[in-house]
């Protein structure tokens, strides 16, 4: 047995400053929030986090029949891009209209948990149209733009971060300073996530052209933070703070604060160490209450969805308990956004190999803001 994995045991085993996971049935006590620290931890911040409040009583279906939705990204129409993990489709979703295809990225090689993966609209879009995908091509997985009306191959923006049958992060989102960060996985290659040298095991910061951006922690390096397994989840609360959504192992799934230069441990401590080395998450939950992908803010909550605990944790950036929704209603969930109107859309992701399909899965449902 390793040092790390001696490690994470011992932890686990002794319950040091252990946060309890939550059941719907009120078997355990909640998890708690741990405090938020109250600096920004963006620079130049520019753009606040979308407010209100989403009806989570008030489900709308947008679309069904989807094939393992993985990435998300509106444009300025209000209408949503949605990527399919393992078609390599880019779809078109608007409400009261059937989704349509409107670009398939080339060269996405699926199996496992790769794919395509995450997506992002560029921050001008307005003038650039840009459109930005990270997928598993045969070597690696990699980052590319373009356009949707342009035609020609996409051009790869940043390439080389290791691929694997599990563990490929894969979220990439444009941040209030209109940098690009992505979350990427360690490919189950543990030693990556402390290599600072190596983008597997990270959080990056890009500039747009796919650059080491300007004020990265260590000058012409990507890295942003470290110490990371799998990270699908990427938010931002309208201080600008970040948060970075964390699959465990085999015991706690992490929500934490993302700040520049930190590192979050992993493989020397699963979830909450309490080791000066390394940053505490926030939230922690147990595996199976969990498995967490997408992360979106609105208001002063924090909404992560998750797989294999088949609901959508709530968290409460101001302080108090977690809350779980939804529990096995609609199976496993994938992805959850903010949308320009306020409202809040969810994917299911039961036709990933891992979940039960229903007739009408894999779907997209949307709250709307009161």
């Known amino acids: ?23 719907d049935n009120g078997s355990a006590a909640p998890p708690t929030v741990q405090p938020v620290p109250t600096v920004s931890v963006q620079p130049s911040v520019t753009e606040s986090a979308a407010t209100g409040t989403p009806d989570l009583g008030s489900p709308e279906t947008i679309a069904t029949g989807l094939e393992v939705p993985w990435g998300l990204a509106f444009l300025p129409d209000g209408s949503a891009l949605v990527a399919e993990r393992d078609s390599g489709r880019i779809l078109q979703v608007t409400e009261g209209a059937q989704p349509r295809e409107v670009y398939r990225v080339a060269g996405v090689d699926a199996g496992g948990e790769g794919g395509l993966l995450g997506l992002a609209v560029a921050a001008d879009y307005a003038e650039t149209r840009w459109v930005y995908a990270y997928f598993t091509a045969s070597g690696d997985n990699r980052i590319v ?22 563990h490929n992060g894969g979220r990439i989102a444009f941040g209030p300073d209109r940098m690009l960060y992505v979350g990427t996985g360690d490919a189950s290659e543990e030693p990556r996530s402390q290599d600072r040298d190596d983008p597997s095991g990270k959080i990056l910061r890009l ?5 080491p951006a300007p004020g990265n922690p260590w000058p012409g390096s990507p890295v942003w933070s470290m110490g990371h ?13 970040m948060y970075g959504i964390e699959f465990g192992q085999n015991t706690w799934d992490e929500v934490n604060v993302i700040q520049p230069g930190k590192n979050y441990g992993w493989p020397d401590v699963e979830g909450r160490g309490d080791d000066s ?9 147990r595996t199976d209450d969990a498995s967490p992908s997408g992360a979106a803010v609105s208001g002063d909550t924090l909404y992560v969805a998750a797989l294999r605990g088949e609901r959508l944790w709530t968290v409460p950036l101001n302080g108090g308990t977690t809350e779980a929704r939804f529990t096995g209603k609609y199976g496993r969930l994938r992805t959850v956004a903010v949308a320009p109107d306020g409202s809040l859309w969810l994917t ?14 894999d779907r997209i449902l949307r709250f709307p803001a009161r």
């Open 1 to 23: 047995m390793t040092f790390a994995r001696t490690t994470r045991l011992a932890l686990a085993a002794t319950g040091v400053a252990v946060m309890a996971a939550c059941s």
């Open 145 to 166: 733009r373009f356009k949707l009306d342009g035609g020609g191959q996409p051009e790869v923006i940043f390439d080389g971060i290791t691929k694997g049958g599990r």
């Open 207 to 211: 500039t747009p052209e796919g650059r």
């Open 229 to 241: 397994r799998n990270v699908q989840g990427l938010a931002w609360d309208d201080q600008g703070r």
């Open 277 to 285: 080395r390394y940053e505490n998450p926030i939230v922690q939950w």
């Open 348 to 361: 299911t992701s039961n036709r990933d190999g891992r979940g039960d399909p229903r007739d009408d899965d």
